[in-house]
């Protein structure tokens, strides 16, 4: 499971840089002299007081963007794929490559979504540290997914509303990926900490135009949403902090994604090595900030078999094997995605041995594996 570091890194390590040499030069000053001190204070006092008006009066947050859908690209770099996943049962007509880290939470999701719906998709194995093969993207995480359409190369960024955009495609039959990209626009904001920052709209709803649904199909996909959204937002948190718990741990799992995303193939040496012991490194002490940024408990492990308890409730709650009942819904699929992209960590290991979640799991594993979703999609 990788998570990446560039803004947290910047984040931790220049911060710590600065305090150092904060510490350095406090040092060095003489003892204050109490009158320059006294009107220095008062100074400070001053300007301190008239900021905070200044800022209480100010709108922290602002809308910054006029753009509102993910542009289309004229090239993409001429990059041979890391692999091709072909599904012989692929009838959607969608050619597709996903620009990934194998072990992202967010890139296994997306492969899960893919596999189980039986749809092909080339791979473009992206270095973490340097991220040259989306240096053409100006959005700057993964996964990206780039659908050709009639109109050109069609990006769609971040895992969730992939998912979205390409169940729309599946199910609703008659639109092309560029229109459906329309349904979810995105606004770029500066937060309250002053960074700019972009919200995709309506990420986690598959857009179908049906005359009517029952309540009981209603409240079904509200569910849906809230667990997509969960996996997201709470169960993505406790990874990190366990998959990097310990320098070892760390180190063991940079190994590990190496041999998944076989890096040896992808990268020269030194770039694998780079990746392997600054990433370990970095993530270590990203850990830690992430534990205490999302109130993880101090043992971080519970934190991990709670959140996991919480989901299996729900499962258990509507009585068949999956959240979707017979079959996985995109909640399942959600879950099972971020949950796999640390299935070789020792976390996951002890998640196996801590809680009961390896039944659906492992059930979840041989339906993505076995493309059972394809039959459901009209061709
Ligand atoms: N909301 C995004 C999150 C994607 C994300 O954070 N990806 C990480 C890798 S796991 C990344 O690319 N980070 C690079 C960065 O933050 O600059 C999604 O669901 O796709």
Redesign the pocket.
Known sequence: M???P??LFVQTVLPVSRLLVRNVSSGKQKKGIFGIGFASASVGLLLGTGYSIYYMNKPNAHLVNEETRIKLVEYVPDIKPSKIIKHVEDRSGLELTLYQ?QT????CKVRAFLDYYGISYNVIEVDPVLRQAIKWSPY????ILVAKSEQGLQPLN???MIVSAIATYLFEGNKDIYEIVNYYPFISYVNDGGRKTSEIMNKYFVMLSRASRSKADELDEKEERKWRSWA?EVLVHTLSPNVYRTRDEALQAFRWFSDVGEWEMNFPAWERHLIIYAGAAAMWLIGKRLKKRHNLKDDVRQSLYDECNVWLKAVRAKGGRFLGGDRPNLGDLAVYGVLSSIEGCRAFEDLLGHTKIGGWYFEMKEVVGRSEGAKLIRS
């Open positions: 990788l998570i990446l560039n803004r880290y992202c939470p967010f890139c700057k995480k993964v996964p971040d895992s969730s997201d």
